[in-house]
């Protein structure tokens, strides 16, 4: 079966620092564009920065210079290194994935796989 299991939310004050784990388990072949969404409470999934399967990456432009995706092809993981977090960080944050190497627009969330989420609270 495959699933998308994240880890590393928690609650830090503006300024601090989280790092987000997303592993991918029960995928036999090579996964392709992986990605991390987050759902503020009461607003609209959106989309956060994404990996494609070469490696190109797209971020929202307010995390751009924040925060920062990378991956472990080999550990089917992806992450997402977060700095310099504001209350507007909060949410809940989803990690995606594909089989199609290439990402698409955020707004098309095409992805086959979704994890459960895991919580990210930043206080002011």
């Known amino acids: 079966q495959k699933q998308l299991v994240e880890s590393g939310g928690g609650s830090v004050q503006a300024g601090g620092s989280l790092t987000l784990s997303c592993v991918a388990s029960?995928?036999?072949?090579?996964?392709?564009?992986m990605g991390w969404y987050r759902q503020a409470p009461g607003k609209g999934r959106e989309g956060v920065a994404s990996i494609s399967g070469l490696g190109t990456i797209n971020y929202r432009e307010s995390v751009k210079g924040r925060f920062t995706i990378a991956r472990d092809n080999d550990k089917n993981t992806v992450y997402l290194q977060m700095s310099n977090l504001i209350p507007e960080d909060t949410a809940m944050y989803y990690c995606a994935a594909r089989s199609d190497y290439t990402c698409l627009p955020f707004e098309r969330a095409a992805f086959d796989y979704w994890g459960q989420g895991t919580k990210v609270t930043v206080s002011s």
């Open positions: 029960g995928f036999t072949k090579r996964i392709g564009c």
